[in-house]
């Protein structure tokens, strides 16, 4: 008999053949995927026979399904077309193999004993139904469903949970005599004349429209008017919505919505109803998609699965699932329009509550697997840390003793830490660290301190070496800056176990460093999110207590996403006697009233620093060089003072001079890139300047002010932008002349720029979501993520059968987006 293997290798080698010789085989392939079609049914129907593990069965399922959709349509498609698709069905292959072979992640889909055999079949059924390709729905041919694809709307299920953008009140309608004057209307007429007139030195598009009670003209001033008299043809049919006004004693409709009717369509779905406006794909129309998604909801909505448990939907007030998808497409007549409109009415509700809900379902898993590893249980309250904390000249604020408190249960817990720091510039980070390190070595462990610049490591060395020495320690730097043999012998001593503290740039893991005995990494990573992975730590066979640290304060609502599995401290007070730095904005024409603010600052004995946004000049931007400034100030501004220069192409040691050399005074004006933004320590530097300020995110502003106002001396930050400025901008540069709380700071980033551009979009940790909008739904998120946690402290692994389902839709959901292989 057939083995599963021989039949996928059956699948296999017509795609490879076809891939072979970089795609020029191709040419040679006639009729693909009728064969193929068969081959993939004889493989599917050996699933039930072959396959005892439900959830393997189910995802082999479902790749067979995708799989299917990479041919269909195949032998039709465009030669790009034929490519893309062939590439797409080796990686289903690809991952069939897996799946049947159990790699990695055989142990994350066993399902437990005792689940009802019933129950999971009919999830698989449900499943493999929504995960169909958005053609099997009724109305959609290639052509749509090529269209549609485009969109992002693949299958079934992409097509049910593409929430509409808005929604239309044409419960009502109004005969046209009776249509209010400054109310927004919904009406139904036929064309009688439609036509473009000269309207000043443009065009005017104008159809009249009448009912039986009068007449009503519609007008477009802009759009394409060949689109428009196209489909105005005198005698058709039309639905209008929008604000009626009087001109000229007649009733009239500026840029309306509207449709047209077609013979015998003046059904229940366009009108007498609260209808859905979806964003238009180019080729097809609003009718089009609303029949489309009509067929979707009445055939395939019930298959929608549900499995979040009955106590979490009543606590938080959840309708059933299958009424929440046929509530958004097609709301009833009593929904509230502003609900709908917000996103908000009980069907959005439910639909954008489950989305999150896995998501931080999937986190909790994560959290509750670094909880169920074996990590090191620290004895805390060491003689190490006692001492550092008696000869610091200062006293903890309350803050940092509740996160230094925070740091040690974890510690002393016996799995891994696994915890992020916040806290804004100048909160006291490298203090806390310092305490938790500590705590490291008072229990016979190395610790790692990890900065994201070779700067900052150096900087970190000079107070973390200046601590350990006192206390009778040894830290070492570790960088790339170094020679050969001089790194050869502190890797030596680090594997010795003679070294203690270690700083070195996040590449310190990387680069095959052996510690001896590494008990915790804490991991600086100022504003560049997730670059440190655990797994690169458990893949070097370590697997210590992990703290990050982020000076770069994170609205809460992107901590749970971004940073969703990990613990979070916040240190939420700063050091008394900082005083704020004051900010304010000034415009290129002030630039000689600047020029004086400066000379002015170095007159009192202090120093500035003037920041750049790019290295060379970009002459398509209009920004100014650096290099060409530091030379134009020293030359032609202040002969008298001393200006240096420092950017990001400059070697280690370079850099460092001229950082010593400012440290020591030696400068009066440093000119930079943004190299500085990282923590860099001078506390005499008392105004900042910022070129271009406008160019910059809030939270690079926050960073780079953050450089001065370190001591007791009163600072500044100029805000240096040209008059031209976008909203935007200016929007931003105005809260930073109105606050200093980093936290402030991050959600007013948050709003003005959206999560993705703040976090930047690309391995930001940030997942897509379809439904959620992680700034829309925060306080949904929040709940989603308490249930979700609730959850999984009283099932870890979510092992029990009651949670069977949950667990193989999550994977199905969420498998392929985030790394849940190690949770199971
Ligand atoms: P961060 O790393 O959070 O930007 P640092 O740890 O570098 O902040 O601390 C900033 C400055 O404040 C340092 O000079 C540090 O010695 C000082 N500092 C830290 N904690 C306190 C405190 N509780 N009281 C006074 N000064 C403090
Ligand atoms: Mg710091």
């Known amino acids: 008999m057939e083995t599963l293997k021989q039949a996928l290798e059956k699948i296999e080698t017509p ?3 076809s891939a072979g010789n970089d795609f020029r085989n191709l040419a040679l392939v006639r009729d693909l995927e009728e064969p193929l079609r068969k081959k993939i049914t004889a493989l599917r129907d050996m699933l039930p026979e072959k396959v005892t593990d439900a959830g393997q069965a189910a995802r082999m399922a479902m790749k067979l399904t995708a799989l299917e959709a990479a041919v269909s349509g195949f032998d039709g498609a465009s030669p790009e077309e034929r490519k893309r698709r062939i590439a797409e069905g080796l990686s289903c292959v690809e991952a069939l193999r897996e799946v049947l072979s159990g790699t990695g992640e055989a142990d994350a889909v066993s399902f437990p004993q005792g689940v009802p055999r019933e129950a999971l079949a009919s999830l698989e059924a449900a499943m493999e139904k929504l995960a169909r390709p958005a053609q099997f729905v009724k109305g959609v041919g290639p052509k749509i469903g090529m269209l549609l694809a485009r969109k992002g709307l693949k299958t079934v299920e992409d097509l049910l949970l593409f929430m509409p953008r808005k929604y239309e009140d044409r419960r009502v309608i109004k005969p046209i005599a009776r249509a209010e004057s400054g109310r927004k209307e919904t009406v139904v007429g036929t064309v009688v004349r439609a036509e473009i007139h000269p309207y000043q030195k443009r065009k005017v598009f104008e159809a009249v429209i009448r009912d039986d009670t009068a007449a009503l003209k519609a007008k477009w001033f802009k759009g394409s008017f060949a689109y428009l008299r196209n489909l105005f043809k005198p005698g058709c049919r039309v639905i209008l919505t929008g604000e009626l006004r009087m001109y000229r004693f007649q009733p009239e409709m500026i840029h309306p919505d509207f449709e047209i009717l077609e013979e015998g369509e003046e059904s229940h779905l366009h009108f007498k109803r609260i209808v859905p406006i979806y964003s238009e794909t180019e080729g097809i129309g609003q009718k089009h998609l609303r029949r489309i998604l009509l067929h979707a909801v009445e055939d395939y909505a019930r298959y929608m699965p549900g499995p979040i448990p009955r106590d979490i939907c009543d606590r938080q007030g959840l309708i059933d699932i299958i009424e929440a998808v046929r509530a ?4 009833g007549p009593d929904e509230d329009m502003s609900r709908l409109n917000a996103m908000r009415s009980d069907g959005h509700r439910r639909l954008i509550f489950d989305e999150l809900f896995y998501f931080e379902l999937a986190m909790a898993l994560k959290h509750a697997g670094n909880v169920l590893d074996e990590g090191i249980a620290f004895r805390t309250g060491g003689e190490l840390t006692d001492r550092f904390l008696s000869i610091l000249p200062f006293r903890l604020t309350a803050a940092q003793r509740r996160v230094i408190a925070e740091i040690h249960g974890d510690m002393a817990r016996p799995s891994p830490m696994h915890r992020l720091l916040q806290g804004d510039v100048g909160s006291g980070k490298t203090v806390v660290s310092m305490a938790a390190m ?16 070779e700067i900052l490591a ?14 009778g320690l040894r830290a070492a730097l570790l960088v790339g800056g170094m020679r050969g043999p001089e790194k050869r012998e502190i890797a030596r001593q680090i594997e010795a176990g003679e070294v203690h503290i270690v700083v070195g740039t996040h590449a310190l893991i990387q680069e095959g460093v052996e510690f001896r005995k590494l008990g915790l990494a804490v991991v600086d990573e100022q504003h560049r999110f997730g670059v440190v992975q655990r797994a690169t730590l458990r893949a070097k066979g370590m697997n210590p207590d992990v703290l990050v640290m982020t000076a770069t304060p994170i609205p809460r609502t992107l901590a749970m996403t971004v940073y969703g599995d990990l613990d979070i401290s916040v240190i939420d007070e700063m050091p008394p006697g ?3 730095v004051r900010t304010k904005v000034f415009y290129e024409r002030e630039r000689p009233r600047v020029y004086e603010i400066i000379r002015k600052e170095i007159a009192k004995g202090n120093q500035v620093f003037i920041v750049y946004p790019l290295v060379t000049e970009s002459e398509a931007l209009d920004l100014k060089d650096a290099t060409r400034m530091a030379e134009h100030l020293q030359r032609d501004v202040f002969p008298d003072l001393r200006v240096g220069l420092i950017h990001g192409r400059m070697k280690g040691p370079e850099k460092e001079q001229i950082m010593q050399a400012f440290n020591g005074r030696g400068l009066d004006i440093l000119v930079a890139t943004t190299v500085i933004e990282v ?14 300020a406008e160019r910059f995110g809030l939270a690079q502003l926050h960073q780079l002010r953050g450089r001065v106002g370190r001591s007791d001396i009163p600072s500044y930050c100029i805000l240096m932008t040209g008059s ?5 901008a200016r929007r931003r540069l105005a809260v930073m002349e109105q606050t200093h709380d980093g936290f402030r700071i991050a959600e007013a980033d948050l709003e003005i720029r959206g999560p993705g551009e703040m976090m930047g979009t690309r391995q930001s940790g940030l997942p897509d979501f379809r439904v959620a909008d992680i700034l829309r739904d925060g306080r949904l998120l929040g709940d989603a993520r308490e249930e979700a946690f609730r959850l999984v402290r009283k099932d870890p692994r979510l092992q029990k059968p009651e949670h069977a389902l949950l667990r193989a839709v999550l994977l199905w959901r969420w498998e392929s987006r985030l790394d849940l292989a190690r949770t199971g």
């Open 679 to 692: 923590g860099i320590d001078i506390p005499q530097a008392s105004l900042m300047v910022i070129e271009h």
């Open 578 to 580: 900082k005083k704020p």
């Open 15 to 17: 795609l490879r053949f």
């Open 328 to 331: 958004v497409h097609f709301p």
């Open 438 to 453: 500590l705590t490291a070595c008072d229990n016979g462990y190395q610790a790692a301190l990890m900065a994201p610049t």
């Open 724 to 728: 031209r400025g976008s909203d935007v």
């Open 458 to 471: 150096e900087q970190h060395h000079r107070n973390v070496g200046r601590w350990a020495e006192s206390l």
